[in-house]
């Protein structure tokens, strides 16, 4: 008995590509949730003083490299990226690889926030192609290796037709045309209740594309911040999000590579309705993270949150002097108004000098503070020993056992 060959579809023009947003059907529902994910972003702002915003954004970085490595199944201990981002790293190969790799994804991502900061638009094809470059340029040639050891190049579109599981993507020559058409559907100025919808088709149709022989998922997901960025401020991840529902991410993603199911799915090649419903998925982790996060950031659980971290380290030997009573009321003055020089912060204290001095160094050592030099001013931290407490359930892989 012959079995005949299974047909594969060949992506060679952009028309299979459509639609590239969800119709009219589906705008109403898709615009209020971006309506309140920009809402709340904006909100988030206004919970802390701009430099511990500015702590946050770096712990998020750290959050973001953590959470993409892992859903490609190559994370490691948030106490290891810690290390790495003080260029300490762990004498086991396999550690000190992802090491590098989660340092090379913080840079990569700090470095798109400035392209964004200075006018370049995220929604741009050519964007996400930055994205990659500026990712895999921070790596040595040794830590560019694909699975299968083919050196992965920074930013080179793909040479090579691929497959991508049951999905084939559009042969590498028309990939110009396919880039094209991205450009023209999604690179435009978009109001903030629009922008969410946006990103999320740009997400799926980016990967759908996968424009690069490895490295796509990776580099999609940092476009994807630099996208959200002018909306989120850093100070929530979509990441976080995507991993903590990593199948269904998969799922949704796989789902909306469907064909047209009938006259009332919409009028291009693939399915308007499961595009739809990836975007409705994409905006739902995106309002369940920020709203998270603004429950976090809130001053009133913060400052309660804040003397139970002071009780508990006070039982620790040796630190009842460090957090003494009313150390709570002065890192919450670091939090809510921002930093204090050291003769301001010795105020605070109400102590002599050398008693203050040696204070301020518990805490420096703990990392409870932070201050660049010896004359520099006092700002609050968010060490990742402290996160259980102070920021409770955002990133507890952090407090799990090496």
């Keep these: 008995m012959s079995v005949k060959p299974q047909q594969v579809t060949v992506y060679d023009a952009p028309h299979p590509f459509e639609p590239m947003l969800p119709g009219a059907s589906h705008l109403g529902e898709l615009r209020e949730m971006g309506d309140q994910i920009a809402r709340d972003s904006l909100l988030l702002r206004g ?46 190969p396999d550690i000190a690889f992802r090491q590098r790799l989660a340092l090379a994804h913080v840079g990569a991502e700090e470095a798109l926030e400035r392209h964004v900061d200075a006018g370049e638009d995220p929604l741009r094809s050519a964007f ?37 599981h049951r999905h084939h993507p559009p042969t590498h020559a028309a990939l110009p045309k396919f880039l094209d058409r991205f450009d023209q559907a999604y690179a435009k100025r978009w109001v903030m209740c629009d922008l969410p919808r946006v990103v999320a088709c740009a997400h799926h149709r980016m990967a759908w594309i996968h424009p690069f022989a490895d490295g796509n998922g990776r580099a999609t997901r940092l476009q994807t911040h630099a996208a959200l ?48 419903q990836w975007c409705r998925f994409f905006l739902d982790v995106c309002m369940d993270q920020v709203s998270f996060m603004g429950k976090l950031l809130d001053l009133p659980n913060m400052r309660t949150r804040l003397a139970q971290l002071v009780a508990v380290r006070r039982l620790q030997p040796g630190k009842e002097l460090i957090y003494r009573p009313g150390m709570d009321l002065i890192l919450f003055h670091l939090f809510a108004a921002g930093p204090v ?55 507890p892989e952090a407090a799990a056992p090496l």
């Design 47 to 92: 919970g802390a003083h701009p430099s511990m915003l500015v702590a946050l954004r770096g712990l998020v970085r750290a959050m973001n490299s953590y959470y993409s490595n892992r859903i490609e199944g190559q994370s490691t201990h948030p106490v290891y990226i810690a290390q790495a981002l003080t260029r300490s790293f762990a004498d086991q």
């Design 341 to 395: 020089s050291r003769g301001e912060f010795q105020q605070l204290l109400g102590m002599p000098p050398r008693s203050a001095a040696r204070v301020l160094k518990g805490l420096l050592d703990d990392g409870i503070v932070s201050s660049e030099s010896r004359n520099s001013a006092v700002h609050a931290a968010l060490p990742l020993d402290a996160l259980p407490i102070l920021l409770p359930g955002l990133y």
């Design 229 to 276: 960025w002018q909306l989120s401020g850093g100070l929530w991840s979509v990441n976080r999000g995507f991993a903590r529902r990593r199948d269904e991410y998969y799922a949704r993603l796989s789902e909306a590579d469907m064909a047209r199911q009938g006259d009332l799915d919409g009028r291009g090649n693939l399915s308007e309705r499961m595009l739809a």
């Design 128 to 164: 996400a192609i930055q994205a990659h470059r500026e990712l895999y340029e921070r790596l040595d040639e040794a830590d560019r290796r694909s699975e299968e050891g083919t050196l992965i190049e920074p930013g080179a579109v793909r040479t090579t037709d691929v497959a991508v």
